[in-house]
């Protein structure tokens, strides 16, 4: 079985420019979660999509949004760019709502801010 | 605010060695705790999930205990590998999965 996919996997964007992020679940994996991963924050949490519904929030400007498709590929957008959003961005993906079931993570986008 | 720490935050070991990483939380209120495995660059692999009823889970040579009263935490890992090395992060999932800042292992041959 496949894993999760993240496309692309590197980009570099000027500060003020948008980006859209993909990820692509498990086979048959319905919840997907996004995470940024910084040297200074460490691992937080974004949003987690299930059944193409917003089903938790972490705290991020609303510069942060994202989507889920009718087949659970889930797309995050970042508008206005600024240098602090350059980190490696990291979705993951579990069979139903995540909280009960393990999470398996993609390979990440690495997005650097210029 | 659930708030998730991890000692040490690096480690240097010989091969061969027996060790354990810790990992504590301030919220008691969770569902589950899942260790994690990154390595340079890469995404996390998931190593071990105790669901929040559960006291320990094993995998091979991992063993990882849970003790929710206590917000602690355990990832002993035996005769540690050079492929060991890697950093390795505990998540715990209350409303939302809170990670720790991980622990850098280093088994040098």
């Known amino acids: 079985k496949a894993g999760v996919t993240q496309t692309p996997r590197y980009l570099i964007k000027t500060r003020g420019q948008q980006v859209t992020l993909s990820c692509s679940p498990i086979?048959?994996?319905?919840?997907v979660s996004w995470y940024q991963q910084t040297p200074g924050q460490g691992l937080q949490f974004l949003f987690e999509?299930?059944?193409?519904?917003?089903?938790n929030k972490g705290n991020f400007p609303g510069r942060f949004s994202g989507r889920q498709f009718s087949n659970s590929r889930s797309e995050m957008n970042v508008s206005t760019l600024e240098l602090g959003d350059s980190a490696l961005y990291l979705c993951a993906s579990s069979l139903v709502q995540s909280f009960s079931y393990e999470q398996y993570f993609g390979p990440g986008t690495r997005l650097t801010v210029t | 605010k659930q708030e998730v720490t991890q000692i040490p935050a690096a480690l240097s070991v010989p091969e061969g060695e027996n060790l354990v990483l810790n990992c504590s939380f301030t919220?008691?209120?969770?569902?589950?705790l899942q260790w994690f495995r990154q390595d340079p660059g890469k995404g996390l692999t998931s190593l071990l999930l105790?669901?929040?009823?559960?006291r320990e889970q094993t995998s091979g040579r991992l063993n990882a205990s849970l003790d929710k009263s206590s917000g602690r935490s355990t990832l002993y890992i035996a005769a540690s590998q050079p492929g060991d090395s890697a950093t390795y992060l505990c998540a715990v999932w209350g409303n939302m999965l809170t990670f720790g800042g991980g622990t850098r292992l280093m088994v040098k041959p």
């Open positions: 086979s048959g994996h319905r919840s």
């Open positions: 105790i669901q929040s009823s559960q």
């Open positions: 919220d008691s209120a969770i569902y589950n």
């Open positions: 999509y299930f059944s193409e519904t917003q089903r």
